[in-house]
């Protein structure tokens, strides 16, 4: 009997990794071909992406000429010639993630290694910047406060160098999080991350005119507890600015005017505004704190200062290579193919979630328990998911379904298409809406 389709493909590209590989990967393939032959799981991630990224590509692609056939099959041709790392998938089944997590990590010769983690308030950014860093969304997002609720990894892999990315939920009081019944979790996930953090990445939601004068406490209790930890300060949403000098102000308020231990003139400071990116501090102005001042409202010891947007892939991609350039020698971590350490069904609901956040009205989302009732391999290769949404009230209810089904048509439409570009495969996803008993 012949493979199915998504077999012979997955069973190409791993033939294809021995070629360009040599005899080290002949031995895995041998090993591995019973359970490419005979499994039903259907991961292409795991194979590919160890198979077709980083320098490999150019070697795998050369023998043929620029831009040939096989470059046209794969997805390497570019219009300049010039391959680039590739985005790897997540996989879409649990077992093969959690085997992945676990693989020896195919390090290169001189390998470095970085841990990041970003804290800011809630709803600063840090899942937009997150994905954007890592180049696919597997961290949710949404205009409502705490998206995030416990601690997500990413992982961005290129050459010789690996950033583990730490994206934690926004710092909250124990006042606040004791008034809304929210997760233990929110309170303690940041605090555990700068536990092994190499280098913390402040986020300021420059846009917010009521909060981007000062760090929350949470943040300046946590940059002091860990004083001894690199920081550096990211201004986000600076496109939402209509006066780009109010920038300067908040980076003399947010970094007391000492930026790696240096101050330097208001021209100085303009001139690196230009580049979107503020390599040193700006001048103190007289109306900001001192840094021995109890009550301050800046941190003196941030390393770098980055105006960015996080929708500007310009502007990612600068604080990427400065990430990447930052990591020091040491063994990876995981293995060039892992993205995440999310499995693929809290990915799922997660992105479920950031729907509901962004469509319902006021506290309504929060309230909906999510329940996954199928997940698993279509006849021609698709992933099929089936999720129940339980909600306690009958109204919240005709909010979710929306007039004729169209709200809970369009969220599982939006899902599906999320969840497409994570897992790089066709899904099939149902949402029904159930009250809860």
């Not at 090993?31 to 799981?41: C, F, I, N, V």
């Not at 390599?279 to 009550?295: H, I, L, M, R």
Request: charged share 20%; proline share 7%.
């Amino acid at each position: 009997m012949a493979a199915p389709g998504w077999q012979r493909v997955t069973l190409l590209r791993t033939v294809l990794g021995v070629w360009t590989r040599g005899p080290e990967a002949a031995k895995e393939c041998v090993a591995r071909l019973p359970s490419l032959l005979g499994s039903q799981r259907r991961c292409i991630s795991c194979v590919a992406a160890s198979t077709f990224s980083g320098a490999r590509l150019a070697s795998a692609s050369r023998p043929n000429g620029q831009n040939s056939a096989l470059d046209c099959f794969l997805g390497l041709s570019r219009p300049d010639s010039s391959l680039t790392f590739r985005v790897p998938a997540v996989c879409t089944h649990r077992d093969d993630q959690d085997l992945l997590l676990v693989h020896h990590p195919d390090m290169p010769e001189n390998p470095r290694v970085l841990r990041v983690v970003l804290l800011g308030a809630p709803n600063a950014g840090k899942s937009t910047l997150s994905n954007k860093l890592l180049g696919r969304k597997v961290f949710p997002v949404s205009k409502k406060v705490h998206t995030t609720r416990s601690q997500a990894l990413g992982v961005i892999t290129e050459k010789e160098a690996q950033v583990i990315l730490l994206d934690t939920p926004g710092l909250i009081s124990p006042a606040k999080q004791k008034r809304h019944h929210l997760e233990p979790s929110l309170l303690e996930d940041p605090w555990k991350s700068m536990e092994s953090a190499d280098l913390v990445v402040v986020l300021v939601d420059v846009s917010d005119k009521w909060t981007r004068s000062q760090l929350s406490p949470q943040v300046l209790r946590c940059l002091t507890h860990f004083s001894q930890v690199p920081s550096i300060l990211v201004m986000n949403k600076v496109d939402c600015l209509k006066q780009k000098a109010v920038l300067l102000e908040l980076t003399t308020a947010l970094t007391e005017g000492v930026v790696n231990g240096k101050k330097l003139t208001v021209r100085q400071a303009l001139r690196s505004h230009q580049d979107t990116r503020h390599p040193g501090p700006a001048a103190k102005g007289p109306d900001t704190e001192s840094v021995g001042d109890p009550q301050r409202i800046g941190w003196p010891h941030f390393q770098e200062v980055f105006m960015l947007s996080a929708l500007s892939q310009e502007d990612v991609k600068i604080l990427k290579q400065y990430l990447l350039a930052q990591a020091r020698p040491g063994p990876w971590e995981f293995h060039s193919g892992v993205l995440t350490s999310q499995t693929p069904q809290e990915i799922c609901a997660n992105i479920i979630r950031e729907k509901l956040l962004e469509y319902l009205p006021q506290e309504v989302p929060y309230g909906v328990q999510q329940k996954t009732m199928t997940w698993e391999e279509g006849p021609s290769g698709e992933l099929m998911i089936e999720q129940k949404l339980l909600v306690p009230k009958e109204s919240h209810m005709r909010l979710l379904i929306g007039p004729k089904g169209h709200l809970i048509s369009q969220i599982a439409q939006e899902v599906g298409r999320d969840l497409m570009d994570i897992f790089l495969c066709e899904v099939q996803i149902r949402l029904s809406v159930k009250l809860l008993k």
